[in-house]
């Protein structure tokens, strides 16, 4: 007996489809937490590169639950660059792998509030470009500059394009999980 072949992706599905745009510091990451707050929090800290982290386990299985169970990818845009693979995803445990921006310099975040010199802002400008269809969630503290959140608020639709821009010495708390588990899937229109 033959198996049977894979069902096509309805048009509805291809629709909800996101991807999440990822950075770490500020993000998963929020340095110095003091003691209480890692432990009201329950943070967890590691060693990576020549660094301490301090992350939320919580946060990362929300990330590998939203892949698993949501027409969702991720992709790290982050100045860790390639090290989020071969450092930051095996030491978050996380349990599944993401593709990477690559930072193209060393400009680092240098030209965060100008949305035309800021790397991660081409390289996003290039992903909405490429995929004229495509939805996403773009996290990063950075986008609390001014001139880069506006250009985006005010060049693309918020049904389209997701900003969230954490306190970098929050990182991302519940409200902005929710935030993103409802733009990957919002509820249906009654």
Request: glycine share 2%; proline share 6%.
């Amino acid at each position: 007996m033959a198996a049977a072949s894979p069902s096509p992706t309805s048009a509805r599905r291809q629709a909800r489809h996101v991807t999440v745009f990822l950075d770490v510091d500020g993000v998963l990451n929020s340095y110095p937490v003091p003691k209480l707050r890692i432990m009201a929090e329950g943070r967890k800290k590691l060693q990576a590169w020549h660094y301490e982290l301090h992350y939320k386990p919580a946060v990362i299985a929300f990330f590998d639950r939203l892949v698993e169970t949501h027409e969702v990818d991720i992709v790290w845009l982050s100045t860790w660059s390639e090290r989020c693979k071969t450092e930051l995803e095996p030491k978050f445990g996380l349990r599944n792998s993401f593709e990477v921006i690559e930072m193209p310099d060393e400009t680092h975040n240098r030209y965060a509030n100008d949305p035309h010199l800021w790397w991660k802002a081409r390289a996003m400008e290039d992903w909405l470009a490429e995929h004229e269809h495509g939805r996403a969630v773009w996290i990063d503290d950075d986008l609390a500059a001014p001139a880069t959140r506006d250009y985006f608020v005010e060049h693309y639709s918020s049904n389209r394009l997701k900003l969230i821009a954490p306190k970098f010495a929050q990182g991302l708390t519940k409200a902005h999980l929710k935030e993103i588990k409802e733009f990957a899937y919002p509820k249906e229109d009654s």
